[in-house]
């Protein structure tokens, strides 16, 4: 007698979670980087903190387009893991290093212009000259930094997540080192402020970079998936196939990620206090989302791992798995977003008016953060088929035609204010959401088993 349905799905939740967990703490471990160094930077001049910020408004917008396109190497090395195929998993790291470096060139391109950009975008001269400055000095880093990005996706992939967290967890302690040293000048440095900022994320960069590639190739974690290098590296097939996958993925998040910088351009034109309260409630928003995010990248691993293994049914039940689990996790955030409304915000600023309208604006982030929770795992899903298209339909619709449009209306033409926004955003969001479950539901029954069957 085969185990029963309560055993198999438990037994899927502990799977995913073994998978997940190290990726949260990666996620985190990111964010709390660029949280340290707010702090440090913030030390110098509210200058400087603003230039720093623009900064990396301008590089986060770019950077995650290109993460987007390498994260197409999620379906084509999971379901290659599955099928037990090592050689062609190694095949496609090789070809996602080809296409870091070509990507490294563009990005590098695009950062050594952004006083210019930024100037376009209508940013204060001199902020724009600091931004500048604090981008220039990164350029060496791109390459290291979206190489380490292709060799995580291949990691994460086959199921080895904890090698990533540890190169981030302890590239927190370089961070703050290399930070002290150069923005405030010790040991001998100058004191170079935001430009220090720069030096130190770079050289972080640089060194989490090579760490992870020494940490597989000396504890042997490309063993059993790799291939010498050869011309096939450059096939233009295989490229094209990794781009196929890659360039929806960097649409949907890139039109995801657009959406959210222009509502805090809305939210600009309603005052300096809806400003901040947007941003203390997004800022909220960011750290409970590495929860669901993280799940969601376990999911397309265990998805496409079973697809390459030839188990549609089983797949089709860790989807749902995952989806529950995004979606259960948010709601708990959604409870303490509006039990401790009166609290959090608090801790980001003492002005009686901010935090009254971020404490209004919280309920509505909460029922945000159970779509939102949906939604990301839903995408996690579709990369691990192998179909992440109909994700970046329905961000273009949701977003963009009905969610940002309809909050710009309400912001601006009634008396809704930024609670107007966020019921936008929170409509459109909801909609993605809802239109990812039901492709699920019903043409994702298709193509779990004609994925399953190549």
Do not use: K
Not at 82 to 105: K, M, T
Not at 108 to 124: C, K, R, T
Not at 201 to 225: D, E, K, N, P, Q
């Amino acid at each position: 007698m085969g185990p029963s349905t309560t055993e198999t799905i438990g037994g899927e939740a502990r799977h995913l979670l073994r998978l997940a967990l190290p990726v949260v703490m990666a996620l985190l471990g990111t964010m709390m980087m660029g949280f340290v160094d707010t702090l440090m930077v913030g030390r110098v001049s509210v200058d400087a903190l603003a230039a720093v910020a623009i900064a990396n408004f301008w590089i986060f917008a770019t950077l995650q387009m290109a993460l987007g396109v390498l994260f197409g190497l999620d379906p084509i090395v999971a379901q290659a893991h599955g099928a037990g195929e090592g050689e062609r998993a190694g095949l496609a790291l090789q070809q996602g290093v080809v296409l870091a470096a070509v990507l490294s060139v563009l990005l590098v391109f695009l950062w050594s212009f952004s006083e210019n950009v930024l100037l376009l975008m209508g940013q204060d001269p001199e902020l724009a000259a600091g931004a500048h400055t604090y981008t220039r000095v990164q350029l060496p880093s791109v390459p290291f930094l979206l190489g380490a990005a292709a060799l995580r996706q291949y990691l994460q992939a086959r199921e080895l997540v904890r090698p990533a967290m540890w190169v981030v967890l302890i590239a927190n302690l370089w961070n703050v080192f290399f930070n002290w040293v150069f923005i405030f000048g010790h040991l001998g440095a100058p004191a170079l402020g935001v430009e220090g900022a720069g030096i130190a994320t770079s050289l972080t960069r640089i060194l989490s970079g090579l760490a992870l590639v020494a940490l597989v190739w000396f504890r042997g974690y490309h063993l059993g998936g790799w291939v010498p290098w050869s011309r096939a590296a450059l096939d233009p097939a295989g490229l094209r196939r990794l781009l196929s996958m890659g360039i929806p993925i960097s649409v949907q998040m890139g039109l995801e990620m657009w959406a959210f910088s222009g509502s805090n351009l809305v939210a600009g034109w309603l005052g300096t206090q809806a400003l901040a309260a947007h941003t203390i409630v997004l800022n909220l928003a960011s750290i409970t989302f590495m929860l669901p995010l993280g799940i969601a990248q376990g999911t397309a691993v265990r998805v496409g791992n079973l697809i390459g293994a030839g188990q549609p049914e089983r797949a089709r039940r860790a989807s749902w798995v995952g989806i529950a689990g995004g979606g259960g996790i948010m709601t708990l955030s959604a409870l303490l977003f509006v039990l401790l409304r009166d609290v959090l915000p608090r801790a980001y600023t003492p002005d009686a008016a901010v935090i009254a309208l971020a404490t209004s604006i919280l309920p509505i982030a909460a029922a945000f953060q159970v779509f939102d929770g949906i939604q990301v795992v839903a995408c996690g899903v579709l990369r691990g088929l192998g179909r992440p298209r109909p994700a970046a339909v329905f961000n273009l619709i949701g977003y963009w035609i009905l969610g940002l449009p309809i909050g710009i209306w309400l912001a601006l033409r009634t008396n809704a204010g930024l609670a107007g926004l966020w019921w936008g955003l929170a409509g459109g969001l909801s909609l993605v959401a809802i239109a990812l479950l039901i492709w699920i539901a019903r043409s994702g029954q298709d193509a779990f088993r004609e994925t399953g069957s190549h």
